[in-house]
């Protein structure tokens, strides 16, 4: 940037202040390239936006116009809030490492399918009484619907849920809830 372009960004600056809305937008036009080849000059890895921050320093500077001293050069005071904004960036990024999950990806175990062996049901299902035991058994591990279940033992509906409802909470209560997803 020369000497010619100081005073013309300045130029800008004081008509823009002045309410010249055409001038604002060439000075925010052009300041806006400037300070985007500086945030990229100055952020050597990732984690942060360039983009970023160079929207957060055209804001700061709408918003702190005022306080440009006229007489003062323009690209000082841009760059200085530039470095502010910058370094806000890089504080709210913090110590984390950002990395794509595409170059992790084949490093996670595959989840495993959680199985129930028939002799953990049948442990399960032998302290419950025979009534219930049908019940809980035709719903939870044969996949019947109430209504067929009901059907089968030829009782209502109504009865078939509080049986089932009575007999797990037995099993939870046998084996405790954290094994059926529930934390006491």
């Given at each position: 940037m020369t000497g010619k372009d100081e005073a013309e960004l300045s130029r800008l600056m004081r008509a823009?202040?002045?309410?010249?809305e055409k001038a604002y937008a060439d000075f925010l036009h052009r300041t806006a390239a400037l300070v985007r080849g500086f945030i990229r000059r100055k952020i050597?890895?990732?984690?942060?936006?360039?983009?970023d921050v160079v929207q957060d320093t055209l804001l700061a500077i709408h918003v702190k116009r005022h306080t440009w001293r006229?007489?003062?050069p323009v690209?000082?005071?841009?760059?200085?809030?530039?470095?502010?904004?910058?370094?806000?960036?890089?504080?709210?990024?913090?110590?984390?490492?950002?990395?794509?999950?595409?170059?992790i990806a084949e490093t996670f175990a595959e989840p495993e399918a959680e199985t129930v062996s028939e002799r953990d049901i049948?442990?399960?299902?032998?302290?419950?009484?025979?009534?219930?035991?049908?019940?809980?058994?035709?719903?939870?591990?044969?996949?019947?619907?109430?209504?067929?279940?009901a059907v089968k033992f030829g009782i209502s509906e109504t009865a078939v849920r509080v049986s089932l409802h009575r007999g797990l909470a037995a099993i939870a209560k046998r084996f405790g809830a954290k094994q059926f997803g529930r934390a006491k």
């Open positions: 823009a202040i002045a309410g010249d050597v890895q990732g984690g942060v936006d360039p983009e006229q007489d003062l690209l000082p005071w841009v760059y200085t809030i530039a470095r502010f904004k910058l370094i806000d960036a890089f504080r709210r990024r913090g110590r984390r490492i950002e990395i794509e999950i595409d170059e049948n442990r399960a299902l032998d302290g419950l009484p025979p009534a219930q035991r049908s019940v809980v058994s035709s719903v939870s591990v044969e996949g019947r619907s109430i209504g067929e279940t």
